[in-house]
């Protein structure tokens, strides 16, 4: 019965990390908030995750959603600022995107599997980098913002992003990855316990 | 957190009953329409290629029932920043702009060049969200998600990506009112245990860790419904094809012109895109 490409699980997988992409991006959730207006968008850490866990073809489908769920937010909601109306046309919101999944995984994959979290920390500060620079180098070729401003705003929000991408990414990795090879306690908990931890001894 | 209800910002669309011919459309026509009015809509590259979508979308919509005054209205909330956009295209000026200079006051110089980018950004994003408007309004939620899957029926064969593609999709529709769930329940589970998301001070760093505990496992839940789900689906033999379904649709007895004056529509349009 097997005649298809892709195993059942990858294409849930897919199905599920898209959803989620989703609907992060139309609840406040998806964006950290900064400092007054100024928010770091966690929207591309389902794509890298799918990247890491589901591989590259399951990671780039994740990234299109992506782009697709920002090109519909630009063309349905226009309320987020001028920047957004550039977003509808898909060279610029899908095409950079679809990059995320691979270049996250391919740098995973560097790794052979060894050092699981600073694998996945990389491959998340990678992808969540391809993001800012290839879409703000879209921008920037469709004549949307000048290099001074795309300059500015990769070094002051992409760096960030990028961090946040890498933290991200290694921590649901290296719970997802604990969980399925150990049987017992689950791993979990120990994350929220630590992150728990550490926010409430700010 | 301020606002802690997620679902009522979820839904597809916003659903208006009717029951003209449009309304009784298979999903998989509305799609095709879908695909043929934003097409031309997005790839136009000049002015007069924006209109015509527009206009046919406010035909349908007079023709389902809807008065064109109703799609419009959601693009007044927009207007504002319409506004802002064309006040910083302004401000920019492209590099080696020759076109003639329209206006200046003080350090703001607009030329016909920017005023036509402006025009065009704004009459695509009217566009898009008039269409857009127009499919929520007409397709119920079980359309959408049903209807994904009958879109991509012709191009699919046995054992083609195609087929998985369109299952792919359907499942993410259908999955998002449970990651909703989800990610809803864990905000009030965490706030109620005192984690806090969005007020915390601190580094930047320091605020992306206290985003952990929300954001590992509303996605170690999606990741591991997902393993749950794709087990279920083999368990009962519901990958590949001949995958049966309990809601059909019957449509009307215009689908097939339906669906022919969507390519022919398409087509026409992208021809007048391109050539005006």
């Known amino acids: 019965m097997k005649n298809h490409a892709f195993p059942t699980k990858k294409l849930v997988e897919a199905g599920a990390l898209s959803a989620l992409s989703i609907v992060l991006s139309l609840t406040p959730l998806g964006y950290i908030p900064w400092f007054s207006g100024a928010t770091l968008s966690v929207l591309a850490v389902p794509a890298i995750i799918g990247a890491l866990v589901g591989g590259p073809a399951v990671g780039t489908f994740v990234s299109a959603v992506f782009g697709l769920t920002s090109m519909v937010q630009a063309a349905t909601n226009p309320a987020r600022g001028p920047i957004d109306m550039f977003f509808v046309n898909p060279l610029i919101s899908v095409l950079p995107r679809l990059f995320i999944g691979i270049t996250a995984w391919l740098v995973f994959r560097a790794f052979r599997g060894k050092h699981t979290p600073a694998a996945a920390a990389l491959a998340g500060i990678t992808g969540a980098l391809a993001n800012s620079v290839l879409t703000l180098g879209a921008l920037f070729l469709a004549g949307a913002i000048p290099l001074a401003v795309a300059a500015t705003v990769l070094v002051s929000n992409g760096i960030l992003e990028a961090a946040a991408g890498g933290i991200l990414s290694s921590a649901v990795v290296s719970a997802w990855k604990g969980i399925a090879s150990r049987s017992g306690r689950s791993k979990i908990s120990e994350e929220e316990e630590k992150a728990e931890n550490s926010g409430e001894s700010r | ?276």
Not at chain 2, 18 to 46: F, N, V
Request: glycine fraction near 10%.
């Open chain 2, 1 to 276: 957190m301020k606002n802690m209800e997620f679902f009522r910002n979820v839904s597809i669309g916003r659903y208006i009953g009717g029951d003209s011919a449009i309304y009784r459309l298979k999903p998989g026509t509305k799609y095709l329409w879908l695909l043929a009015l934003s097409i031309p809509a997005i790839a136009s590259p000049r002015l007069p290629g924006l209109v015509l979508p527009l206009v046919c979308a406010l035909a349908a919509g007079a023709a389902s029932g809807l008065k064109p005054r109703f799609l419009l209205r959601c693009v007044v909330p927009a207007l504002p920043f319409f506004a802002l956009a064309a006040l910083l295209q302004f401000l920019f000026s492209f590099p080696n702009d020759s076109s003639p200079l329209l206006f200046k006051i003080g350090p703001i110089s607009g030329t016909v060049r920017e005023g036509l980018a402006i025009l065009m950004a704004v009459f695509r994003t009217i566009d898009l969200m008039v269409i857009i408007g127009l499919f929520t309004s007409v397709t119920s939620e079980s359309e959408i998600t049903h209807g994904i899957e009958d879109a991509f029926a012709p191009v699919s064969r046995n054992g083609g990506w195609v087929h998985d593609f369109a299952l792919v999709v359907g499942l993410s529709f259908r999955f998002i009112p449970i990651i909703a769930g989800e990610l809803e329940a864990i905000v009030l589970a965490q706030s109620s245990r005192g984690a806090s998301f969005g007020t915390a001070k601190g580094r930047p760093l320091a605020k992306v860790r206290a985003y952990l505990p929300l954001f590992v496992p509303v996605t170690v839940r999606a990741l591991e419904r997902a393993e749950l789900l794709a087990e279920a689906m083999d368990a009962r033999c519901y990958t590949g094809n001949g995958r049966t379904r309990y809601v059909v649709y019957e449509g009307t007895k215009h689908e097939g012109l339906a669906k022919g004056l969507a390519f022919a529509f398409c087509g026409i349009a992208l021809a007048i895109a391109f050539m005006l």
